[in-house]
């Protein structure tokens, strides 16, 4: 599968900007010349408009208005921005929910949700997939050759699920499609467990939390239906704007969707990303997440620049407790997007509403309405070496020798599965066992020193030296042989528990795991895991010394070695970390959920032994991270304190110049300020 | 506004009683008497009766059954004791929500709740307001000349919300009636914001929490609601009983009760407080929290004499662990409310019903029946000195020098608001980051010896020497200008975090905050608001020492002094308390929920500043309060230990004599039990 | 009452075996064999098959197959196997269910459930009833001569409640039948307190929480209905095969049954039960709940052997977090049973399923499928010790000298009655304030090496030396009478806090605790309940020392002596434990709720005082327990080490040959690791 995305047509720097919302300001008129003049100042280049303007731009069933959007469309384009236009079905018109209730979702609990909110039509809908077609094919038209519109923002964070009677004809039939006959789903859903077997599909319900398969399936089905309304609100698009890109939002490690598949439908990967403002002693560890995202993104994209849609430039309103950022934070946070690889850094949002849920979001001006902020002071200086990194604007970052896959299917299937042990993400992410996995080695990665591509299932990993598989639950036999070439030609591959429990269809293999024809491979036999209580620590001992929480499984040698032992509970001596030979590569096999210090003694060793590259050459203090990513005037590095301390770097004999002022020089030992965040020629 | 209340035209003494429900013991004649008996034994003056007892009253729709009531009427005119006659409508018959389902309310779900429970009538109700109307006639035509009658207990707590279709159809017109066209409404509310635009007035909820202003509306429509069924419910007693007054029980600081507002329409303030009983260290302070809701109630009264018409002699059955009173606490709780100007003690309950939801709730005969209880001996020994109080019962509490606003609109604007900390209240009675807010700074000037009047947005302030106004959130231009004017005049305005930051439809002031043009007057500009996890806490230093936590804004000085400084976090050395000379008077700005010690500091500096005079010269231990009240035998003193220790106070050169036993004299170092109160001739 | 059951006629040994689905595996014939093959290889004798296969046994309305099961019935009956019959109710068919919407049950908020799940029928539908009643007769006639046939196991695990307005007509039907007039229920249920008063049958609701005399009978109302199902499920199985016993699998303390009632309809007490798997410090304490459960079967038994019908044979998947059981662990399950009278040791189950909610739950043979597993090897294990038991399958133990009553009627009331201290069970099993204090006293009398008989209400326990009655809340003035005459002719009865507090209508008793006539037997009377929070400990002081929390009441001596007195709080002084002459007897009465020394304290007392006889005349040292009962060759004693560490154990001058192994002889100090179990000839 190739993600591979080709650049904006009208982008020729850095995109900076944010969502703007002139339709809720039009009982005053000024603000809009006032907006510009402040765009100005703080070096915007461009502005999402129109998201939740749908009432404003088709007040009844049929009638258009557009006097207010053409005027700000053209004021943007005398002053040089451009416009990401958005499609307004991310929040549907009073008008239209209340003539049509059915386009209004149904919860789990068979209600029918009242008019209101947003994210919230039905995903079946005809009535509303006509609405939203006709409106998007009267944008198109009106707009198609505006000189401000250089993007389609479609729609806005699709997710959520709708269990009404027409989602459940829509999921019948989308099952009959997939399985064909009945007898072929009651297989896969196993569905004589409990008496579940259906005798006609019409039986088949959209929830039933006593049928893994049928959620996992749900799961699929629901994501499906998001990614066919996108496509269809893309139609009229497509069609009379074939130059403007298409893209929409995604939200990282957002659970419901599986983005890989949605990666294959747009133009350009966008994202929105809110590390919620925390300056506590751990913060940095929620830093590497963020990077985990951004490069995630990356791989989306096929290692080319995609767009962080939204952030905030100073704290949300809805994160519970919502702390203002810390001094040096919110610059770092947009570097870090361009140190991985972002073209665009837009904010939710540019001006604070005076009404509604998110009056309080974080937005570059605020209800005060100047430039005296400290969050537009910040954002105008950050615009401004934005401005300078224009160099920068269709660098990819280098490919890595590291490789891991993400995978919802996996998460998804771990998820509907009861017996392992169930985990809260830590935050400030969405995150699960499964995602906390991924996380873990992504860190302990990062804090070796090793960049690390993000792929799906479907990506080609033949090139890469390291391929790691944090919890791949659910993996097919097809996955399996591609893994198995992968090590017999000599690839390195690293797993770790809940390895292959599940074909697709979320039965478990039999004859032992890890199935799919691993066991071969790894050289071990999986016999049973061991859930453990929240402070219970499992000792490691061996060639990686640590400790193993959570999820411990008792695996047996069968053809590998162990490099580390359990050194306390019943199993105390049984391998936890094992090594086998096969063909030209090595498979090693993690059986627990291992602790930072284990995690790290394991890939430095890998490190070694694999003889792989560090981004750098430096042994870089807790917290610390260093990035980089081509330019079209060469490499650019990028080195951050993620910490809320300071932090001091050993460059040694290593020298580097500033990457905005070449007459300063980086050697000896450099003092990082907390959050301090340095640009590097390298 | 004027609050003012008239006495009750048949009150010569100290009201002392409780509710009593006769009708729950039809099957044991015997009972009434036994009551009587016991009643004249514990001192007892009247009861309230009748509170659940229509399907007593009223067994078959139209069909009326007194006989029971007229012999409870009458025992209670032989035997000198008098009637609180309650209508009926807190409870709804089985027969007529069975009937008449529409009379039972809808949830936020949509769902129509069953029969059952009580206090949960629809407000908009045609046939229910019918048949309340038509019961309540029937009652004041049978006893409008019985003269057992003193006083009409009009429903019983109302509170709750309906969100039926004839509730929206109502809400709707309530709105239409408020602003007049949608675009007015939709400017309120903000609505362009998610695409929430309404473009027909049939299209509105009750019900969107993304829409802070819709939400604000509908709390006070739900209040106005239960102010409109109130007064239809008095219609036919005024014209009946002109002579009798008529009051409903309020519940303290109950969220969604606006009770300034139902003051303007009954003739008597009544309260019901359970300060549930717990005798931690920190118990002391859950006294001066019934203090200031006692206080609350004196305010609504205009100064005036109100009741305590609800109150536990033991503990309640509904409070999760319910502990026994410790000795000396409920004489104390009896006594804090006389001293805080009631004119009348009433116990929920008499005597405990032997099944239902309430039957271990205390009361003043147990399901022992006898007089042998601690409970029945610690109330009769209670109704002996009340009645030696005799000379207390119109006299009024000294009007204080400092006021305080308690206003529920900002407490409903700031829970409506997403984006501030949401603090759960500490107990015992309702409470959020608003009442929290009002309950620290009363504590404050309780602690400092500084009695405080509480007053309503509508009060007239301008008698007093200090306002003090703990995050009014919702201030409107109006009252903005009230304030400025009074500091202009000469006064002392105390205002906290959070003050000013929306007008009265929830919509943020823009131009920098505190908003309403309260910038001048405090000399500040409050640019941002840091929210702060449980366990943050900020130093403060400079003229106020100690910490902050919760909520800190940033502000800058704009022609005020700071008196204390932010100690750590990144705005160290900022202002945290500021002082603005305006006019004849001073603004004062505290900039942080603080923790107790520096609120202590901060109005222990006021008193001085500001010549304030303490109810009692004395420098009084922790946890012992002085409260003074005029009676038509001079001024009576009330000296309370709320705390769960020994306390030694400290008379020195002060000298009273006992108020019941004016040889006694109190002089020198007096030693108070835990719980301990005295009352003294000042 | 008369509880004794007679054995199962084709019984010979102990019965060994799982719950078996083939019907799960049709799609792979050759499970089948190996499964009997594997089935050999662990000693097992019997399984219960078909418990959810109604769809495969009736895969279309009255479209019968029986092929697969006659199969499976012939080849159980060709390897000298027996199967345990299932009728399938438990999981309704998908085409039932989608057909007819009535059988599904109506939730408490009155909306009806999808298809799906499982335990969900509608209990008054007649529909589901007559269905039922259809497939069990098919069964019945197809397989009732069939050799294979030894038991039948109708439905599975009844449980929970349905509020559709079928089930809401049956029980104002029930209702009618039990009290005649609506006065009558009226006057029961104190339904005048909030005007609740029904004035025709049909305004009865089936959930109303402020109704506790309404909750206790819904209750009652829905365990007769259960037990009213499951009686007209064995009609057609009685009357086809009178010489096949029929049970059904209870679920030992499950809140929602009152077991007592339905132990006089089976044939055969069976119980399920699943002390997760947990080896934490206090996990000895779990196994003396399971040690408990195990008894009340036996009570139910009569004292004759049953049947343990479902165990793990390791972790299960639904406990949150399921850990692996500890070697030892699992032999000393099975052996607990056996020591306390099963005659039957069934696994749920015998294979893992692959998919479906418990593809993870423990199994003999995991998906691994083969016999190489530890969980494998361990089963077979015990399956070739059970056999060797073979002397124990009609063994009875011996009748204990205490009796205590376990009442699920005083639990219900209690729970309904809103008041007391409501306590979360502390785990494994379902518990709550009143089962906590039987399971604490029982641990107790346990720990000072005393055995216990748990008896109904409705029990003889005249037989007894000693009546433990822990929190006996709902007491008849039957039961009072009783227990008057028990003591009266030299019987000990000890009773707790919480004692006859109402009557059968959940009414509290009038005059003064206890009630029912039992004030003069205990010789006290108990004013008032403290509740108190979670860290309050009150001293206790006396002949018996220690500590009590949570619940602690004020009693009076009236008559009787105090044992031990409060040494903290104001009632510190009075009498917390109290001892009566009556009659020939003592009535002791324990105050409070006790911490273990206390309790263990009293009734180290009462062992010598009442002259008790020790199940072992030894000092067994924390977690460990010993267990005899009898078989044909003499009695057989079973020493367990509960606890997660070594333990010593004293034999002294005693020596006892080992079970199976009659030349080995314990004596002197034996040590027992952790979790060990040791068979004895005692």
Redesign the interface.
């Known amino acids: 599968m190739d993600y591979v995305k080709t650049a904006i047509p009208r982008q020729e720097r850095l995109f900076y900007g944010a969502d703007y919302?002139p339709?809720?300001w039009?009982?005053c008129p000024d603000v809009l010349e006032r907006d510009i003049e402040l765009m100005k100042e703080a070096g915007v280049t461009s502005a999402s408009v129109g998201i939740?303007?749908?009432?404003?731009l088709e007040?009844?069933e049929g009638i258009y208005e557009f006097a207010w959007l053409d005027r700000v469309m053209d004021r943007f384009a005398e002053a040089g921005m451009f416009v990401f236009l958005a499609t307004?079905s991310?929040?549907?018109?009073?008008?239209l929910s209340?003539k049509y209730p059915e386009v209004r979702r149904v919860d789990k609990?068979?209600?029918r949700e009242?008019?209101?909110?947003?994210h919230n039509h039905c995903l079946s809908s005809p009535v509303y997939r006509e609405k939203a077609r006709a409106i998007n094919t009267r944008l198109a038209q009106r707009y198609q050759k505006h000189p401000a519109l250089a993007l389609w923002h479609v729609s806005n964070e699709y997710s959520g699920e709708c269990h009404c009677q027409s989602c459940r004809a829509a999921f019948q039939a989308w099952l009959k499609e997939r399985y064909g006959t009945l007898d072929a789903l009651n297989?896969?859903?196993?569905?004589?467990?409990?008496?579940?077997?259906?005798?006609?599909w019409?039986?088949i319900?959209t929830?039933?939390?006593?049928?893994?398969?049928l959620q996992l399936d749900w799961l699929r089905f629901v994501n499906d239906q998001h990614v066919s309304f996108m496509r269809e609100e893309m139609v009229p698009l497509r069609e009379l704007t074939p130059d403007i890109p298409c893209t929409t939002n995604f939200m990282g490690t957002h659970e419901g969707t599986n983005y890989w598949q949605w990666a294959e439908h747009v133009d350009q990967i966008a994202n929105d990303l809110y590390p919620l403002p925390d300056d506590?002693a751990n913060t940095w560890q929620h830093a590497i997440r963020a990077d985990f995202i951004h490069s995630l993104m990356r791989g989306m994209s096929g290692g080319k620049p995609w767009m962080l849609l939204e952030c905030s430039p100073?704290?949300v309103?809805?994160g519970g407790?919502?702390?203002?950022k810390?001094?040096g934070a919110h610059r770092q946070e947009v570097l870090q997007a361009v140190a991985n690889g972002a073209s665009t850094v837009h904010y939710f949002q540019w001006r604070?509403?005076?009404?509604?849920?998110?009056?309080?979001?974080g937005a570059v001006v605020?209800?005060?309405?100047?430039n005296r902020?400290?969050?537009f002071q910040d954002c105008a200086a950050i615009g401004a070496e934005l401005a300078s990194l224009r160099s920068l604007v269709q660098g990819d970052c280098p490919v890595a020798e590291v490789a891991m896959i993400y995978d919802w299917e996996s998460r998804w299937a771990l998820n509907t599965?009861?017996?392992?042990?169930e985990l809260a993400g830590t935050g400030p992410f969405p995150s699960d066992l499964y995602t906390e996995t991924c996380f873990d080695h992504y860190e302990a990665l990062t804090r070796c020193g090793i960049a690390v591509d993000l792929l799906s299932t479907r990506s080609d990993f033949s090139g890469y030296k390291v391929l790691v598989l944090p919890a791949l639950y659910l993996l097919s036999e097809e996955l399996g042989e591609r893994i198995r070439a992968f090590v017999q030609s000599g690839g390195q591959v690293v797993a770790t528990c809940l390895t292959a429990y599940v074909e697709s269809?979320?039965?478990?293999?039999?004859?032992?795991?890890p199935g799919a024809s691993l066991r071969a491979v790894f050289g071990i036999?999986n016999?049973?895991?061991?859930?453990?209580?929240a402070d219970t620590r499992v000792e490691v001992r061996g060639a990686v010394e640590g400790s193993a929480k959570d999820v411990v499984e008792?695996i047996h040698l069968d053809g590998a070695v162990s490099l580390a032992q359990a050194g306390s509970e019943?199993y105390a001596g049984e391998a936890l970390i094992t090594e086998n030979d096969y063909g030209n590569g090595v498979a090693s096999y993690l059986a627990a959920r291992f602790e930072m210090p284990a995690l790290l003694a394991f890939y430095r060793r890998l490190l070694e032994k694999a003889s792989l590259c560090r981004s750098i050459d430096l042994d870089l203090p807790e917290g610390v991270v260093f990035r980089c990513r081509d330019s079209s005037e060469g490499r650019v590095g990028f080195l951050f304190n993620y910490s809320n301390q300071s932090r001091e770097v050993e460059f040694g004999k290593l020298a580097m110049a500033a990457y905005l002022d070449p007459q300063t020089t980086y050697s000896g030992t450099i003092e990082l300020a907390p959050y301090e965040s340095r640009i590097l020629r390298v």
């Open positions: 919302n339709d809720q039009q009982a939740f303007s749908w009432t404003s007040p009844e307004p991310g929040s549907k018109p009073m008008w209340e609990a068979g209600k009242p008019s209101g909110w947003r297989e896969a859903w196993w569905s004589a467990f409990w008496n579940h077997t259906f005798t006609d019409s039986q319900q929830n039933d939390l006593s049928m893994d398969g506590r100073s704290s309103n809805w407790i919502n702390k203002l810390r001094p604070k509403g005076r009404g509604g849920f998110e009056k309080y979001h605020d209800h005060d309405g100047s902020t400290r969050v599965s009861c017996g392992p042990k269809s979320n039965k478990c293999y039999l004859g032992g795991f036999w016999e049973e895991l061991d859930n453990l209580p008792r019943f």
